[in-house]
């Protein structure tokens, strides 16, 4: 089994650790490389929209 080695990435960001199956992940990967973006940045993306939605419907407060 090959391991990732993930070097730094220069950002101020917080990180967040994510478990997914081999599957969804290679999906995500295929996604990405389509849209020419990072898993990270198509992720970070995806995860903008779904917090703009629960806001406007009023899931979540602004």
Do not use: H, Q
């Not at 990072?38 to 917090?51: C, Q």
């Amino acid at each position: 089994m090959a391991v990732a080695v993930e070097k730094p990435v220069p950002t101020k960001n917080p990180r967040v650790v994510v478990y997914l199956s081999e599957t969804l992940k290679t999906k995500l990967e295929r996604l990405a490389a389509k849209r020419n973006r990072s898993v990270s940045n198509l992720l970070e993306t995806l995860a903008k929209e779904e917090v703009e939605r629960a806001e406007s419907t009023g899931e979540i407060e602004a």
